[in-house]
């Protein structure tokens, strides 16, 4: 069983177009991310979000949001898509209340903006 | 904020030898957490090792074991008896502790470990 699922895996689209990228977790976690990794590797926080609050990284553009439908799905909705938004997106889970503090990462989208 | 830093971006190792990856690290917090990942080719994040940094005794998870200086905010990865398969981007990752609120992971650019057979 996939712990932490995104689809798609890839996605090509074109400027000025809107996504959406899905992430579901079957382990009972109460926190969801998404992370931006761009073409030189690094890796950023976009957004932290419980059933609490949703913590959103300030430089993340407005055009991006997530939208959790339950606890065990965070998707990411990104309007009005531009170049520079091509990257691949993780998604990961953990449990907030647990010491050890692990996240667990989906396999990535790939997104390809042209 | 956190910041970490990763100086080398590239680095080699011959099959079987022993290799050192250096992270440090800038906080103010007390209680936080430290990890490794491991991204191979097929980009999937894999957790390699981990670090409680209220733990003194060092983390160690088979072949790979870490160094951890709290007072000097360093915190390197050493592979034993490298393999191929351990070719990949190696990450490394600082998480405050859960009870300072959300945490997400900060990382450090990334070291590209080549094992050359």
């Known amino acids: 069983d996939t712990a932490v699922s995104q689809t798609p895996k890839y996605l090509v689209t074109q400027m000025g177009n809107d996504k959406s990228i899905k992430c579901e977790q079957n382990?009972?976690?109460?926190?969801m991310y998404w992370y931006k990794q761009d073409s030189k590797k690094f890796l950023k926080i976009m957004f932290s979000y419980n059933n609490k609050e949703l913590i959103i990284n300030e430089t993340v553009p407005n055009r991006f949001s997530p939208k959790s439908p339950d606890k065990a799905h965070l998707n990411l909705h990104i309007n009005s898509l531009e170049l520079g938004d091509s990257a691949v997106y993780f998604c990961?889970?953990?449990?907030?209340?647990?010491?050890?503090?692990?996240?667990?990462f989906g396999p990535g989208t790939r997104l390809t903006v042209t | 904020a956190q910041t970490v830093t990763q100086s080398q971006p590239e680095m080699s190792v011959q099959e079987a030898e022993t290799v050192t990856l250096s992270c440090t690290y800038d906080?103010?917090?007390?209680?936080?957490?430290l990890f490794w990942y491991k991204q191979p080719p097929s980009r999937q994040m894999i957790l390699v090792i981990r670090q409680e940094a209220y733990k003194q005794q060092n983390a160690t998870e088979n072949r790979f074991s870490v160094n951890f200086q709290k007072a000097a905010k360093s915190f390197s990865l050493k592979i034993s008896d490298s393999q191929l398969g351990d070719t990949a981007m190696y990450f490394c990752a600082f998480m405050k502790s859960y009870y300072s609120g959300n945490t997400p992971l900060v990382f450090g650019k990334g070291t590209r470990l080549s094992v050359i057979a």
């Open positions: 990961a889970s953990s449990q907030g209340d647990r010491v050890r503090g692990e996240q667990y």
């Open positions: 906080t103010s917090e007390n209680n936080y957490y």
């Open positions: 382990l009972g976690h109460d926190t």
